[in-house]
Nanobody, 115 residues
Framework: QVQLVESGGGLVQFGGSLRLSCAAS????????MGWYRQAPGKQREWVAR???????NYAFFVKGRFTISRDNAKNTMYLQMNSLKPEDTAVYYC?????????WGQGTQVTVSS
C-alpha cells in the first residue's frame, strides 16, 4: 500500500505564501487523481483542490485564484502552492486520492496564518 506524507506547513503572516508537498512511497500514477484536503479546528474535513494524472486541476471556490495544485509523477510527489493566505486558511492539510480513500490518510501538516 502506498503511503503519503505531507510536509511544508508552518506559521505564516496574513498575505504570505507556503508550499506544501505530498511525498508518496510508491507510484502516484497508481493512485490516480489526487487531492488536498484540510480540517480546521472544530470543523469537518473539506476538499481543497484536485489534480488528475494528466495535470488537470479543480479548486474549491474559497481557494480558487490563490492556491495552485500540481504533481510530478516522476518524483511521486504532489504540491500545493498557497499564496495570499488568510487566517481562515488555518488548518491541518492532508493529501489523498480523489475521491479520498481511507488507507491514504496521513498525519497532515499544520498551516497557521496569523492576522
Amino acid at each position: 500500500q502506498v503511503q503519503l506524507v505531507e510536509s511544508g506547513g508552518g506559521l505564516v503572516q496574513f498575505g504570505g505564501s507556503l508550499r506544501l508537498s505530498c511525498a508518496a512511497s510508491g507510484s502516484i500514477v497508481s493512485i490516480g487523481d489526487m487531492g488536498w484536503y484540510r480540517q480546521a479546528p472544530g470543523k469537518q474535513r473539506e476538499w481543497v483542490a484536485r489534480v488528475t494524472v494528466g495535470g488537470s486541476t479543480n479548486y474549491a471556490f474559497f481557494v480558487k485564484g490563490r492556491f495552485t495544485i500540481s504533481r510530478d509523477n516522476a518524483k511521486n510527489t504532489m504540491y500545493l502552492q498557497m499564496n495570499s493566505l488568510k487566517p481562515e486558511d488555518t488548518a491541518v492539510y492532508y493529501c489523498n486520492a480523489f475521491p479520498a480513500k481511507f488507507p491514504f490518510w496521513g498525519q497532515g501538516t499544520q498551516v497557521t496564518v496569523s492576522s
